[in-house]
């Protein structure tokens, strides 16, 4: 019997159930056939609900989305520094490029974890903890890129004027936008670990 003031999940059912195929209430009503298999598909399913496309999905655009806006940030406000610069000292716009590529860079990052996400989504064995792994993994890379992205704007966009006017400084910027760029270095990395995991939950059929 089951204490029905006690919550009980679903695969502390499914081992009732599989002990026997009578379930007696409280009222000892008997559970019919097509009951016991509506409790059974419930509970082999459970772990691989529809909802865990969604977070896999949405961490892989999260990924590629968020790397992209630090990606364009970062490249628009150092380019309008290399403009400004270029007019006074059009012979060190190629060196002071140096930004726009460390900041064209994270969009690769995204793109990567975004694809890595993508192509382990399986329709009809997905289970939720992917979902959260994969979700997890793309605001890792995503968000961090963005973080990235902004720090190496602006360093970028001041870097370069300095420069033009004190060449002594260009190492010191190249080594602040290193410290940068390595921001959305360790979200690639943290991104790539969490992809790998794995669940130990097999989903018997379509989700959910």
Sequence with gaps: KLAVNRPVSVSQLLGVLSSSRIFCLSRGS?????????????????DCPSSSLFFGFLGAASALIFANFGAAYGTAKSGVGVASMGVMRPELVMRSIIPVVMAGVLGIYGLIIAVIIGSSIKEDAYPLFLGFAHLASGLSCGLSGLAAGMAIGIVGDAGVRAAAQQPKLFVGMILILIFAEALGLYGLIVAIILTTKT??????????
Excluded: E, I
């Excluded at 019919?32 to 399913?45: C, G, N």
């Excluded at 669940?199 to 959910?208: D, E, H, L, M, Q």
């Design 30 to 46: 008997v559970l019919s056939d097509k009951m016991y298999s509506v409790l059974l598909q419930a509970a082999t399913t459970q």
């Design 199 to 208: 669940s130990k939950f097999a989903c018997s059929g379509p989700p959910s």
